[in-house]
């Protein structure tokens, strides 16, 4: 504790230290004011190379955020690349082919880094001799200034397996002349090891993709225009070689430790994990290191989603090589320069500036612009169920509310006040749990959202599972159309039969039960796939052919009738009903566990059908839904406990 607070007063306050920073600056470089501020040089150096050197409150403010991170003090250097990245026309058409694919086929290797040509292997460099690299690339970019080739000529290259744009032969072995005079430059001014790239130069478009979306993909990328106008800039990233083969993840919603070896998490973060660190771990949790603190710990699976390799790398120079200003060019491109730390906007930003808003905000807003213009199209929403009673009282917990003769007996707020009653017997509630009072709160809050959202729904299928129909009832509750729209329950939406515990399947209730408990259930629909057809401990690849047939059918069936469809399911549905739907291949059956794993109740997805056919993921037209926990307590046993 003492050695936090030693840092803590050394911290200029606020509202001080701009004012204090800015005149400083002036006399002396940022790591003389953080020398002078107290900070010892190891840490002075560490926090500005990880900001990339923009401002004396930025390194600041990262010093202060990593007080807990266990290896401040390590010397470990970080890494570094020098990567040629287009401007102008040319990235306009690069950019929209990397969203475009995306789109279409979903996120292949490429997508972990913007598009860019190679010059160099990564290198590892001292932090206090980074300001020297820097210099050593901008000199070399000042003697290759009006030496440049321009255009540099691409061509199209495809495989089975990898896309991309191939630099003429003659005219790489002069990038690559460039990135021999760096090396030289760097080795005599930062004394460190430059191995400039000895393979063709390319900029690579998509690789390690399915096959099947070869020809997508192709058809894409030859609609770039490579003789498009281009400004390459010389650009120098590092990264913290430390999480160099790690996984990126980018936190989605906030959560606060419940207890010490958990890790707090704040949206906008992003956290390392890998494979080995995930052995012990419980179902449903992954440990990692954020970026921001280095602090490490378990964090909900459900609460981060997969981000880019790039994402946290930070740049360290952007140099044009045909601006007679190049610290002017790097300063404009740097606000442009995607993937990166948003330190880089933030450092460069003024009161009422939009500018990091405009950077930010600008894919969602051209996506938002292009659907409203579009001719409506038909949509399919899939969604889980809400909570579940056996998930929060456990799995007797038919035990906890049945009187001496067995009847239904509320002990919890959470409870329903009564079950549907039907020939089955409570019995089988066993086998077929309801949702919580909880889960219809959560099932019509998303139908509030949908109404709001001035959503349609024109049909409404449901698995037969008791906790699927009462979602699915909610849901049409929250968007008035209870007694409107009939829910069509369907057996083939049932999940994986391999999860399903014991012998046999559950005993579902009868639809004409269903109604009877004023449900809003269609009684005179004839199902696609009976139940007798489903089988205990069926395969992977049944469960998801199932799954893929009966969707497709039920978007047959309504095709002629036209509207949206909503299918209320488990967890699995959201992959099992949509993967096949885009034209996807499977994935193997251990990545579609820990896909499910992630889903959360009322987790909902949106699939567009486009003009050619093909059903595309979109954004669902709702907020997601996120709650914490609430755990059971006895006011007998907490305080009065001696």
């Known amino acids: 504790m003492a050695a936090k607070e030693e840092l803590y007063s050394k911290i200029i306050p606020r509202r001080l230290r701009q004012s204090r920073a800015s005149n400083a600056v002036k006399q002396g470089s940022h790591l003389d004011v953080l020398l002078s501020m107290g900070f010892p040089q190891s840490r002075a150096l560490k926090a500005l190379v990880s900001t990339g050197g ?48 995306r789109l279409t086929c979903g996120k292949n290797k490429a997508h972990n880094i913007f598009p860019h040509i190679t010059l160099c292997q990564f290198f590892m460099c001292a932090d206090s001799k980074v300001e020297a690299l820097c210099g050593a690339l901008q000199s070399t970019v000042s003697q290759w200034r009006g030496r440049f080739p321009s255009p540099l000529p ?12 191939f630099v003429e032969e003659q005219v790489a072995e002069t990038l690559k002349k460039f990135a021999a005079d ?34 997508s993909l192709e058809k894409l990328a030859r609609g770039i225009e490579v003789k498009l106008g281009c400004d390459w800039l010389a650009v120098l990233f590092s990264r ?23 890790l707090e998490l704040v949206p906008g973060d992003f956290v390392f994990t890998s494979s080995v660190e995930q052995m012990s771990t419980s179902e449903g949790w992954v440990y990692g290191t954020s970026l921001s603190t280095g602090v490490s710990g378990l964090l909900p699976e459900n609460y981060v989603s997969r981000a880019d390799e790039c994402d946290t790398w930070v740049c360290h120079g952007s140099h044009s090589f045909f601006s007679a200003s190049p610290s002017e060019k790097s300063n404009k491109e740097s606000r442009t320069l995607d993937g990166l730390l948003s330190i880089q906007c933030l450092d460069n930003s003024r009161p009422g500036d939009s500018s990091i808003l405009s950077v930010v905000c600008q894919p969602m807003q051209v996506l938002r612009i292009n659907s409203h213009c579009r001719t409506p199209k038909r949509t399919l929403f899939v969604c889980r169920h809400g909570e579940r009673m056996d998930v929060v009282f456990g799995k007797h917990w038919l035990s906890q509310c049945s009187d001496a003769k067995g009847r239904y007996v509320r002990t919890n707020l959470n409870m329903p006040p009564f079950l549907p009653a039907w020939g089955g017997g409570h019995r089988d509630y066993d086998m077929d749990a309801p949702i919580t009072v909880f889960g219809a709160m959560q099932a019509r809050t998303v139908g509030e959202a949908l109404l709001e959202t001035n959503t349609t ?30 829910i069509r329950v369907e057996p083939a939406l049932f999940e994986w039969t391999k999860w399903v515990s014991g012998s046999s399947l559950p005993a579902w209730i009868p639809p004409t039960d269903l109604a009877a408990a004023n449900l809003s259930v269609d009684t005179t629909y004839r199902p696609h796939i009976s139940i007798s057809k489903l089988n205990v401990a069926e395969s992977y690849e049944t469960y998801m052919s199932r799954s893929y047939k009966v969707t497709k059918e039920v978007l047959a069936d309504c095709r002629n009738k036209g509207g949206n469809v909503l299918m209320v399911g488990h967890a699995s549905s959201l992959e099992a009903c949509t993967r096949q739907l885009q034209g996807q291949t499977l994935r193997n059956s251990k990545e579609f566990i820990q896909i499910v794993r992630k889903i959360p109740y009322l987790g909902m997805c949106a699939c567009e059908e486009q003009d050619s056919g093909v059903w595309q993921l979109v954004d669902p037209p709702i907020l997601p839904l996120t709650h914490g926990p609430n755990h059971s307590f006895n006011w007998r046993e907490t305080l009065q406990q001696e």
């Open 182 to 215: 760096f090396a030289a430059e760097a080795a005599t001014k930062a004394d460190v090891h430059v191995e400039p790239h000895k393979k063709q130069l390319h900029v690579t478009l998509a690789y390690h993709f399915p096959s099947s979306h070869l020809a």
């Open 54 to 101: 923009r401002s004396v409150q930025l390194a600041c403010d990262w010093l202060f955020s990593h007080v807990d991170d266990p290896f401040l003090d390590d010397p470990l250097p970080r890494e570094y690349v020098l990567y040629l990245r287009p401007s102008g026309p040319l990235q306009n058409q690069l950019n929209h082919f990397w969203q475009q694919s």
């Open 457 to 486: 729904i024109d049909f409404i299928y449901s698995s037969p599972s008791l906790r699927c129909v009462q979602t699915a009832h909610e849901i049409l509750r929250g968007m008035q159309l209870d007694g409107k729209l009939r």
């Open 154 to 165: 691409l061509e199209l290259y495809t495989s089975a397996n990898f896309i991309g744009l």
């Open 240 to 262: 913290d070689i430390r999480f160099a083969n790690h996984e990126t993840l980018r936190v989605m919603y906030p959560y606060v430790p419940q207890n010490e070896d958990e």
